[in-house]
């Protein structure tokens, strides 16, 4: 389960047989603190990767745009690849299965 801010425009594409495919990137923060010694214990932001099939991909597409906050749920996914200098990359990426929009729609 993740709360964050959607960092830029969700990546649409659509494959075999029209299935829709969204990416989008997720910064999640834990707030900063100050310890009993009087240390300053800044901000920690994460980014996530989010992965959105089907009619999900669909509804993120058309709702959700950069600096929204979402509530998201689903598994985390690993895989690698080879670039086009054969370096090897490993990816974290969340599979979403579910999703709620957060942040309030204008009039």
Do not use: C
Request: aromatic share 10%; no cysteine.
């Amino acid at each position: 389960m993740l709360i964050g801010n959607v960092g830029k425009d969700p990546e649409v594409r659509y494959v075999e047989a029209g299935v829709a495919v969204a990416r989008v990137s997720l910064a999640t923060t834990e707030r900063g603190y100050t310890l009993q010694n009087g240390t300053q214990v800044p901000d920690q932001t994460d980014w996530h990767y989010v992965i959105f099939w089907k009619r999900l991909a669909e509804i993120v597409e058309q709702y959700v745009h950069k600096g929204d906050k979402l509530y998201v749920e689903g598994r985390i996914r690993y895989r690698s690849y080879d670039d086009k200098q054969g370096v090897r990359h490993n990816v974290t990426e969340i599979w979403a299965d579910n999703m709620e929009m957060l942040t309030p729609r204008s009039e």
